[in-house]
């Protein structure tokens, strides 16, 4: 990815010393090519510069500047991406609880199938947990042992309207029902 410098009129004064044999342009360029390389002896050797004056240039305060002035540039144009990507992501996620997500069956048939539980679950955990950072709530860590206290309650939960309580079972053995034994299988 190529980053623009600031233009030279915004650069700060004090770029180049007088007596010095690199032009602003050329030290300029051999920023951005270490910005994006992150590697000082590489675009030394690219740009033709000796490898020591790249070192002293590396500790000079106009070098400091201007990589921070690409990081800053750089932050911002990622997180107008990521917030393009975030916004077209709840947009669909929103349009998917509303109306579904297209399927398609196994005779060929499409239809709408609403978001599963789990799914809603996990979506509306992280999306709570950006929204505080994003406010720059602190998030509570949970324990390890809190944390699979609620799983635990999540999958009991789950499973519990397909469990048929003890007392309603039938209990079967070799085909046949008796009372009180201990059965193969277990039906309502």
């Known amino acids: 990815m190529t980053t623009a410098l600031p233009s030279p009129d915004q650069l700060p004064g004090h770029i180049v010393k007088e007596g010095f044999y690199y032009t602003d342009s050329q030290k300029e360029q051999f920023v ?20 020591d004056s790249a070192k002293l240039w590396k500790r000079s305060e106009w070098f400091g500047e201007l990589i921070g002035r690409l990081e800053t540039e750089h932050n911002k144009s990622l997180k107008k991406r990521l917030d393009k990507i975030a916004d077209q ?71 519990k309207p397909k469990m048929v309580p003890y007392e309603e079972a039938t209990i079967v053995e070799t085909g046949r029902a008796v009372s009180g034994g201990i059965s193969d299988t277990i039906s309502p």
């Open 32 to 51: 951005l090519d270490y910005f994006e390389t992150g590697n000082l002896k590489l675009s030394a050797e690219k740009l033709g510069v000796p490898y």
């Open 89 to 159: 992501a709840l947009s669909a996620m929103e349009d998917r609880i509303q109306n579904g997500e297209e399927r398609i069956t196994k005779s060929g048939k499409k239809v709408n199938m609403k978001a599963n539980l789990s799914s809603l679950t996990m979506a509306a955990g992280v999306l709570l947990d950006k929204a505080q950072v994003l406010k720059k709530v602190p998030v509570q860590e949970a324990s390890a042992e809190e944390t699979l206290s609620r799983l635990a309650d999540m999958i009991r939960n789950a499973v």
